[in-house]
């Protein structure tokens, strides 16, 4: 199901009319009727230009879209599985991130739509678990990258990438020393079935630790292209997170989950 606010049909044109693949073109925001056994809930706009272009429709998918599909988990008994983000705990400042921190978040900032939508999301899940006995899974997921990103989805893999096939200058907001963690696709999926299909109703982080600064990512993506742009440093973004790394011990005690691609680009 898809609203095609960000998602694009022809990322999963070669499945339509496979017998068991159905595309549903559809709102989380408005409630659907569905006879399912799982759930998983991972609409949203998750990429800084996209959220913040329409900050209301952020909030909306992340409460009344997240309550929508609580409220479908509930009557069919199915586990639902939400897709959070890195982005509940802030600008940390705690490093790496464990699931038991709480997060340092500016609720009135830029990215708040997004920060503040997921963790709404986060006690939602947990409420109707408590009240209603619905069966939760919460995956905390860090930067991902892979195939079939959009190539102006806004951020740093795929603007870097850009620039550099272009031969455009590499812009990098701030002076680059703020970190990222990154991980395949791959195993995201890997580590969402995984967690759908464990007994962990705890927050799990999902998301590769191994950790570099911006600058040195900026200039590995160059020379992987082959490009001579030059880089070039921006003014810094508001409330832009220094650092971003993940404490996976849950997700290697609970799922027997790690990251396999630990260095595709990092060689």
């Known amino acids: 199901m898809d609203n095609y606010f960000t998602g694009r049909k022809r990322n999963v044109?070669?499945?339509?009319?496979?017998?068991?693949?159905?595309?549903?073109?559809?709102?989380?925001?408005n409630p659907y009727f569905i006879e399912v056994d799982q759930i998983y809930h991972l609409a949203s706009p998750a990429s800084p230009p996209?959220?913040?272009y329409n900050p209301v429709k952020t909030i909306k998918t992340n409460t009344l879209g997240t309550i929508n599909m609580l409220?479908?988990?509930?009557?069919?008994?199915?586990?639902?599985?939400?897709?959070?983000?890195?982005?509940?705990?802030?600008?940390?400042?705690?490093?790496?991130?464990?699931e038991t921190y709480w997060g340092h978040v500016n609720t009135v900032g830029p990215r708040s739509c997004y920060d503040e939508g997921k963790r709404v999301a986060e006690s939602l899940m947990v409420a109707y678990n408590k009240q209603e006995r619905v069966s939760i899974r919460i995956a905390r997921i860090f930067n991902t990258f892979g195939?079939?990103?959009?190539?102006?989805?806004?951020?740093?893999?795929?603007?870097?990438?850009?620039?550099?096939?272009?031969?455009?200058?590499?812009?990098?907001?701030?002076?680059?020393?703020?970190?990222?963690?990154?991980?395949y696709v791959d195993d995201l999926v890997d580590g969402l079935i995984l967690l759908?299909?464990?007994?962990?109703?705890?927050?799990?982080?999902?998301?590769?630790?191994?950790?570099?600064?911006?600058?040195?990512?900026?200039?590995?993506?160059?020379?992987l292209v082959g490009s001579s742009s030059p880089?070039?440093?921006?003014?810094?973004?508001?409330?832009?997170?220094?650092?971003?790394?993940?404490?996976?011990?849950?997700?290697?005690?609970e799922l027997n989950w790690r990251p396999k691609v630990i260095r595709f680009f990092f060689v």
């Open 13 to 29: 044109e070669r499945w339509i009319g496979h017998p068991n693949f159905e595309l549903v073109h559809h709102d989380v925001v």
């Open 231 to 253: 880089v070039v440093n921006m003014s810094s973004q508001e409330d832009d997170p220094q650092q971003r790394k993940p404490d996976i011990t849950r997700a290697a005690k």
């Open 71 to 98: 409220g479908l988990a509930k009557r069919v008994k199915a586990t639902i599985l939400l897709a959070s983000t890195s982005e509940v705990y802030g600008d940390p400042e705690v490093h790496p991130q464990p």
């Open 196 to 223: 759908m299909n464990s007994n962990c109703s705890l927050p799990v982080n999902i998301g590769n630790p191994e950790e570099h600064s911006i600058a040195d990512f900026a200039r590995i993506i160059r020379d």
């Open 50 to 52: 996209h959220y913040m």
């Open 147 to 183: 195939p079939r990103m959009h190539m102006n989805d806004g951020r740093v893999v795929s603007n870097f990438i850009i620039q550099s096939l272009q031969g455009n200058p590499i812009t990098i907001y701030g002076n680059g020393s703020q970190t990222r963690s990154f991980q």
